[in-house]
């Protein structure tokens, strides 16, 4: 549990909340992957993972390979739990779509 709450620590040093609510990630971005998509980016153990799938995690629980997490507040940067979902592969192209 205390690895858990020292991973929680190093990601809050690395946000500042913003006026929407929003926690914008200071910290260093995935480049962009020809579809001009930017993550968040954390280094865990020696793999680089998405902050906010570790935040979901941490308090969501487990969260399944094939799902992914969107962003109601539509910020890419924002890693506040009450702005993330899991959703199917699916149903976030089905948003995007929208968008
Ligand atoms: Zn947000």
Redesign the pocket.
């Known amino acids: 549990m205390t690895r858990r709450i020292d991973i929680l620590s190093r990601i809050l040093q690395r946000i500042v909340v913003a006026p929407?609510?929003?926690?914008l990630w200071t910290g260093p971005h995935s480049g962009s992957n020809g579809r001009g998509h930017s993550y968040p980016r954390m280094c865990l153990d020696g793999q680089t993972v998405a902050v906010h799938r570790v935040v979901y995690t941490h308090y969501y629980g487990y969260v399944p390979g094939k799902k992914q997490i969107d962003?109601t507040?539509k910020?890419r940067c924002?890693v506040?739990p009450d702005?993330l979902e899991m959703v199917t592969h699916k149903e976030n192209q089905r948003r995007r779509d929208r968008r």
């Open positions: 929407s609510g929003c926690w962003h507040c910020n924002c506040n702005h």
